[in-house]
């Protein structure tokens, strides 16, 4: 069965039949049935539609044959706003004619509520570094760890712990410019291991105040003796501060980066023309943001939100909010373009810059659009000494480094360009510093 994308693709050709003869039997003609009884309840004004249609789901899939069935997941929900997508505006008088054309759309839909099981399809994220000769490279759905680069053990050369949302600029610095830098200086890393880790700030407060991270079973520790321990912290101000207050961080951090704010993430092309906030709302789009697990980027995107559109609409865009599928990892700058690639979502709030690189590193996949006035928001990037580093040399080696190199690399990545006057400028993490 195709994935829910390639669906829409063929869709957006009217290519129906071919569709259609790629889908198992029994799936599609419940898929019918479930739409004749969607319009009808539509078209009589009854307002449980969904927990109708939900309840019907069950009793059409539990007809399917075995190995149909197996392409059905739960929970069976079919929300009102699938039937609206297709037909927009449209009054209920004339929705026959506009979605019987349209069934395959429905059928793309339900995929993506859980109706129909959803073949979602890897995304191959880049993989930085390389592993020793020899060794296994599990690069599955579930084996992947992508924001953790290098050997983890407690004799690295250097340890970096960075939000995750720039790590497209950050990591070719720290494994390929520094190593570079360091040759032309003259300067060599004990065992040449440079770890970086570039995960939300939530999670990498919580793996330096509770001691470890969990990948699934396995937990990498960190802690200053026998476990993975930082030597840079990359985050906000907001994160350092408290990091600093906890006795993790030195006194000062130094800003080197700032944000331009929001961008859409989309399918390739734009086929919902989305170009506004509130086309959002009007377009009836499904959005996917960052979760309450990353409280603080969250909250720059409702902010987001709420500056470029009514509050009405604004309502009604996360009232279509895909917050949950199977496989989210709450770490936006993977769940994000996974939503969108795989049809899950419309749209992807994200920052800009990484916008920006998923369109240019996924062409066949993404389109970034800008919104105008969304760099109103936008948010500085700190860089902060451990207290107390393991490797203080490196640390200093690689922070002289990256501060040369950052205003170009970051400009040219999408990032906005910091006024000379801002650029290093020292920021205290205690009080009275």
């Known amino acids: 069965m195709p994935s829910n994308w390639q669906l829409v693709e063929h869709l957006q050709r009217e290519n129906y039949q071919q569709v259609i003869r790629a889908l198992p039997d029994c799936i599609l003609e419940h898929g019918r049935k479930l739409v004749d009884h969607g319009l009808s309840l539509m ?12 309840s019907m789901a ?3 899939i539990n007809g399917c044959n075995q190995r149909d069935r197996a392409t059905v997941s739960a929970p069976l929900t079919v929300p009102i706003r699938l039937l609206k997508f297709v037909h927009g505006s449209v009054r209920p008088a004339r929705l026959r004619r506009v979605t019987r054309p349209g069934l395959l759309a429905i059928l793309t839909l ?7 099981g959803v073949k979602a399809e890897t995304f191959p994220f880049q993989i930085y570094g390389s592993s020793p000769a020899g060794l296994s490279r599990l690069s599955g759905f579930t084996d992947t760890i992508p924001d953790v680069v290098g050997r983890i053990d407690s004799h690295a050369s250097l340890v ?13 610095l720290a494994l390929d410019g520094f190593r570079e830098w360091l040759r032309h200086k003259g300067h060599a890393l004990r065992n040449d291991n440079v770890v970086v880790v570039t995960l939300p700030q939530p999670m990498l407060v919580s793996a330096l105040e509770r001691g470890g991270i969990a990948f699934g079973a396995a937990v ?4 200053r003796t026998d476990g993975l321990w930082p030597d840079v912290v990359m985050a906000g101000d907001r994160p350092l501060k408290k990091l600093a207050s906890d006795g993790f961080l030195a006194p000062t951090a130094r800003r080197f980066a700032r944000n331009r704010g929001m961008s859409f993430l989309v399918r390739t092309g734009n086929p919902l023309g989305l170009h506004t906030v509130q086309d959002l709302a009007d377009r009836r789009a499904r959005v996917v943001l960052a979760t309450s697990q990353e409280a603080g980027a969250r909250q720059q995107y409702l902010d987001t939100l709420s500056m470029l559109a009514p509050p009405d609409a604004v309502r009604a865009i996360l009232g279509r909010e895909t917050s949950d599928f199977p496989g989210r990892l709450g770490i936006q700058h993977r769940d994000v373009p996974f939503a969108v690639a795989n049809g899950l979502a419309d749209a992807g709030l ?3 810059h990484l916008a920006l690189y998923y369109a240019e590193t996924f062409p066949k996949e993404f389109t970034v659009v800008s919104l105008p006035g969304a760099e109103q928001l936008s948010a500085d990037i700190y860089a902060a000494l451990a207290d107390h580093p393991r490797n203080t ?4 080696w690689f922070l002289e480094y990256f501060f ?3 205003p170009e690399a970051y400009q040219a990545n999408g990032f906005a360009k910091l006024p000379d006057a801002e650029f290093g400028e020292t920021l205290p993490l205690r009080p009275g510093r």
């Open 43 to 54: 078209e009589s004004g009854t307002q449980a539609v969904g927990v109708s249609c939900a």
């Open 58 to 60: 069950k009793k059409l």
């Open 110 to 116: 339900l995929g993506a509520s859980g109706v129909v």
């Open 160 to 172: 970096i712990f960075s939000e995750g949302n720039h790590f497209p600029v950050l990591i070719p």
């Open 220 to 223: 990498v520790p960190v802690d």
């Open 350 to 352: 994200l920052v800009h």
């Open 393 to 396: 040399k490196a640390a200093a």
């Open 404 to 406: 040369s190199r950052a």
